[in-house]
């Protein structure tokens, strides 16, 4: 967390060390366990330490609608620091190691620390931004892009991170799980992500995915780095082709 706030913000050492010092409780959560339920009250900042989880919400008659990744170094609960109530779910795929920092110590370090309070506020606003491409995603753009895209997004901020050291990853979702994050039934997603495969522009071995050319991928996609914010260069070196 403290890496993907200093990508932000300019932190002195005493910043650095007040975040350093806040307490924590580490937990280790199994795949479909829950972090936190939509109407629930927060009590506390939850650090993805290793594992990914998914932001959701339910309709009154079930369907889910997944709406963000979580990756490992996310601060999940950034958006709930200050709100009485949680209007979303958030839900572990993967086994997972999860540190909760009380809310209160935390608020009371942004209050009195404004470089802090500038990252938190800056990573607050690029989940909005994430948020609005997902809207555009699902709401304007074709099955196929659909996939595409969220298959770019995850590279790109898995490799930002280091977790994507050898031009591919491990797709932590199921077919279902990418179906209600892109609007999709499981059957679609399967075509899709075989046609992908067939076209030469991935290759996957269960949920394995490598980019066999990712400059085309991208324009499938209509996938740019923009909106993610992210510092260094506006492309990615991920498998090029």
Request: proline share 5%; with cysteine.
């Amino acid at each position: 967390m403290l890496r993907d706030l200093l990508s932000h913000s300019a932190l002195s050492e005493d910043d650095r060390q007040a975040v350093r010092d806040l307490p924590t409780r580490l937990r280790k959560l199994d795949p479909g366990s829950y972090l936190i339920r939509e109407g629930d009250v927060p009590t506390h900042c939850s650090v993805l330490v290793s594992g990914f989880a998914i932001r959701l919400k339910v309709t009154g008659a079930g369907s889910r609608q997944i709406m963000a990744v979580c990756i490992p170094g996310d601060a999940i609960d950034f958006q709930n620091l200050f709100l009485g109530i949680s209007d979303h779910a958030i839900q572990i795929l993967t086994r997972s190691v999860i540190a909760d920092i009380p809310r209160e110590p935390l608020q009371e370090l942004l209050f009195r620390r404004p470089a802090i309070s500038a990252a938190v506020i800056h990573s607050t606003l690029i989940e909005a931004s994430i948020l609005r491409e997902w809207v555009v995603n699902v709401g304007r753009r074709d099955a196929r892009s659909r996939i595409a895209h969220v298959l770019c997004e995850f590279a790109v901020r898995l490799e930002a991170r280091g977790l994507a050291p050898h031009g591919g990853f491990e797709l932590p979702m199921t077919q279902e799980q990418l179906g209600d994050a892109t609007g999709l039934t499981p059957i679609h997603v399967n075509r899709v992500l075989r046609g992908l495969q067939a076209d030469g522009l991935i290759n996957r071995q269960r949920r394995n995915i490598q980019f066999a050319d990712w400059r085309a991928l991208q324009e499938t996609a209509d996938f740019t780095r923009r909106y993610l914010h992210l510092p260094g260069e506006d492309e990615i070196l991920l498998a090029a082709s």
